[in-house]
């Protein structure tokens, strides 16, 4: 629900991203958060704000699908309810947020370019930018111009972004580990909590 609401604004923030000023640059400048959103429902429609959602959701998911599928098949390789260690956690998120990246990159340039789609005549006095109205159409022109590989444009720099995954899941085992379940009392036990 949070991102249809707040998807409107990604797609600008992604067009103020691009604008560089170049003349044959086809994104407009738009002065302000309001102008643009004026500018873009007038030229293109409400639709242009949510074009590529989809295609986020899709990312998303199997980025998540991913991450936790492999996260939990190197839990149980590793045998980590037996041996836990900071060693077994860091390699089972560093597997895991590799292999989500990996496999929803694409997903990513595609709704990118996606939201950079302008389809009204003219802006500039330029022609309009061929065709990425929908998807397949992204596919198609990047396959003929630029290649397959174009899918992974800025995949180094999303393996940076790795490490929130790495942080989050490190800081998860070690808060499970922290905070244990007794399961003949019911309760959770820990250092930091009282006695009751």
């Not at 249809?4 to 000023?21: A, H, S, W, Y």
């Amino acid at each position: 629900c949070g991102t249809l609401v707040l998807q409107p604004l990604e797609t600008i923030k992604t067009r103020f991203q691009v604008f560089d000023g170049a003349g044959h640059n086809p994104i407009p400048n738009y002065k302000t958060l309001f102008a643009a959103v004026k500018k873009m429902y007038v030229q293109e429609g409400w639709r242009s704000f949510y074009r590529g959602v989809l295609v986020y959701f899709a990312g998303l998911n199997i980025a998540n699908m991913s991450f936790f599928f492999v996260y939990g098949w190197a839990r149980a390789q590793l045998q980590y309810e037996k041996e836990p260690s900071i060693k077994k956690a860091l390699i089972m998120s560093c597997l895991a947020s590799l292999t989500g990246t990996t496999l929803s990159a694409p997903f990513w340039t595609i709704k990118t370019r996606m939201n950079l789609h302008l389809n009204h005549l003219e802006i500039n006095n330029l022609p309009k930018p061929s065709g990425y109205a929908v998807c397949g159409h992204v596919l198609k022109e990047m396959y003929a111009k630029e290649g397959m590989l174009a899918l992974y444009n800025g995949y180094p720099a999303s393996l940076a972004l790795c490490s929130i995954g790495v942080i989050q899941m490190m800081s998860y085992e070690y808060l499970l580990k922290l905070f244990k379940f007794d399961a003949a009392s019911k309760k959770y036990t820990s250092p930091f909590l009282p006695e009751h």
